[in-house]
């Protein structure tokens, strides 16, 4: 099965198969002078990536650079494996992110809390990433990495604090991780661009979100390239959709704050509700409730609902 896809000139995208599920998580391939991958996705995505590689004609130990936009599981779970097989490799993190890729105990708790008997199975292993071979990219710093592809990181909070963005000059595009939604390609061969936020716990904050988007904006990016899945050329209607459907999720979660008794209740109740919001918007799409996009969009409106009700109970102790 054929692993990697070319997506511009040196630019290309590696199925991690996260989950098990096709075109959920993906690593992109930057084949200039100094080889770089951009996101790993969990461990189990790392054989594929190892696959993907060989598949472009480069060996393990070819790979320079390792860059993730934050440190969740599902972006960076695979770090440390990764590294492990490419000996000439380093990682490049947000400086909020850094420790947490070189002791992952943190990480691999919280992530047990949100995923429970099923963690093995999706993130294992979790390995710790030396500090000697950790780089760090404050707001406004470059990485060059071949011949007029000077790398731009840029501070982008909103779906996470420990989270930047990478600006490719070629493509005039953004890595945006997750800041900027998830796009499902699932429904785009139906001819249905979809792209909704990601407020997954614990450090979900919408105005921070929105700050970011601006900031995307003001770049006049060309190309958006997502965490999941695969990339757009269409940024106005990734930050149209993106934008108009935080109300209606925060909405939503206000509603499910008040009625649930429990915090589980609250978030069983906010799952189903953005489920449907988000359903109801498909049905007049022409989009069936038994199309392979839900089995997707059910683990993301829970989890997002999880960061909804963490979001809000933060809040009200602030407020």
Request: aromatic share 10%.
């Amino acid at each position: 099965m054929k692993k990697a896809e070319k997506l511009f000139e040196n630019i290309y995208l590696i199925d991690g198969y996260d989950l098990k599920m096709p075109e959920r998580t993906g690593s992109y391939v930057l084949t200039e002078e100094k080889l770089t991958i951009v996101e790993t996705s969990a461990g189990p995505s790392v054989p594929n990536i190892l696959e993907g590689l060989r598949e472009l004609g480069f060996s393990p130990e070819d790979l320079e650079y390792i860059i993730v936009t934050h440190i969740h599981l599902d972006h960076a779970g695979g770090a440390g494996l990764l590294l492990k097989n490419c000996p000439n490799a380093k990682v490049v993190v947000h400086p909020k992110g850094k420790r947490h890729l070189a002791d992952p105990s943190r990480l691999i708790a919280g992530a047990k809390a949100v995923y429970g008997e099923k963690f093995d199975s999706l993130f294992d292993p979790i390995l710790p990433v030396p500090e000697d071979r950790l780089v760090e990219k404050k707001h406004g710093e470059t990485l060059e990495i071949g011949n007029g592809v000077t790398l731009t990181f840029y501070d982008t909070p909103g779906h996470a604090n420990h989270h930047f963005s990478i600006y490719h000059p070629k493509a005039e595009g953004m890595f945006t991780g997750d800041t900027c939604g998830v796009r499902y390609p699932e429904v785009s061969g139906q001819g249905i661009e979809l792209y909704l936020p990601s407020t997954s716990p614990n450090q979900f904050h919408p105005e921070k979100m929105l700050q970011s988007i601006e900031l995307f904006k003001s770049l006049k990016l060309k190309t958006i390239f997502f965490g999941h899945y695969g990339f757009s050329s269409q940024p106005e209607e990734v930050y149209r959709q993106v934008t108009y459907w935080l109300d209606p999720f925060i909405e939503i979660a206000k509603n499910s704050y008040h009625e649930g008794a429990t915090e589980q209740e609250k978030v069983s109740l906010t799952a189903q509700r953005l489920l449907e919001a988000v359903a109801l918007h498909l049905d007049q799409k022409g989009i069936s409730r038994d199309h392979k996009v839900y089995n997707i969009l059910r683990l993301d409106t829970e989890v997002c609902a999880m960061g909804l009700i963490d979001y809000l109970k933060k809040e009200e102790k602030n407020g």
